[in-house]
T-cell receptor
Framework: SAVISQKPSRDICQRGTSLTIQCQVD?????MFWYRQQPGQSLTLIAT?????????ESGFVIDKFPISRPNLTFSTLTVSNMSPEDSSIYLC?????????FGAGTRLSVL | AQSVTQLGSHVSVSEGALVLLRCNYS??????LFWYVQYPNQGLQLLLK??????LVKGINGFEAEFKKSETSFHLTKPSAHMSDAAEYFC???????????FGTGTKLQVIP
């Protein structure tokens, strides 16, 4: 299994500001994933983060809006930049291990 | 390409009744299929997975799912619903390995006392 810790668990932010979400895994993993779950919707993959290289973004997501860091094999951050109310979502960190994707509890973001 | 369709965004069952949550998939390669559960204010927890072994897969909390290739289905069942089963359930598909996982839109299960 995998134990994933995300911080913060929730936040309320003002329009135009940025929020950095942290994800810590209990042991080393090659790939970490960031998902967004908009209200009442399913999960959408934002990007895949490998240690030592730039993140790979899915269609519709760009690095300027969602910069990602992956400084080592157990940690990653996702920044939601220049936020607008449309960014209000749950952001989830995920890792792949032994055939299963494991998820953190998520960060519940509300943008006013 | 791969996709998942979950029929019914909301399902209500009485406590003790059969739970049936429907999932149909589309995949150009042999799929890996998953069911996840999300309790309120929590992340996703894996219920069970199918990875080309036995077609009837048993998971946690008494849930099971059957892979039917001819019907491209992977429905989730539980013989007797419990109040604690109230949650949102997501079906997902991937091509295995580090390939992208695609999620369905989710089904919210309500259990009525």
């Amino acid at each position: 299994s995998a134990v994933i810790s995300q911080k913060p668990s929730r936040d309320i932010c003002q329009r135009g500001t940025s929020l950095t979400i942290q994800c810590q895994v209990d042991s080393q993993v090659t790939m970490m994933f960031w998902y967004r779950q908009q209200p009442g919707q399913s999960l959408t993959l934002i990007a895949t983060a490998n240690q030592g290289s730039e993140a790979t973004y899915e269609s519709g997501f760009v690095i300027d809006k969602f910069p990602i860091s992956r400084p080592n094999l157990t940690f990653s951050t996702l920044t939601v930049s220049n936020m607008s109310p449309e960014d209000s979502s749950i952001y989830l960190c995920s890792v792949y291990r032994e055939g299963i994707q494991y998820f953190g509890a998520g960060t519940r973001l509300s943008v006013l | 390409a791969q996709s998942v369709t979950q029929l019914g965004s909301h399902v209500s069952v009485s406590e003790g009744a059969l739970v049936l949550l429907r999932c149909n998939y589309s995949s150009s390669v042999p799929p890996y299929l998953f069911w996840y559960v999300q309790y309120p204010n929590q992340g996703l927890q894996l219920l069970l997975k199918y990875t080309s072994a036995a077609t009837l897969v048993k998971g946690i909390n008494g849930f099971e799912a059957e892979f039917k290739k001819s019907e491209t289905s992977f429905h989730l069942t539980k013989p007797s619903a419990h109040m604690s089963d109230a949650a949102e359930y997501f079906c997902a598909v991937s091509s295995g390995g580090y390939q992208k996982v695609t999620f369905g839109t989710g089904t919210k299960l309500q259990v009525i006392p």
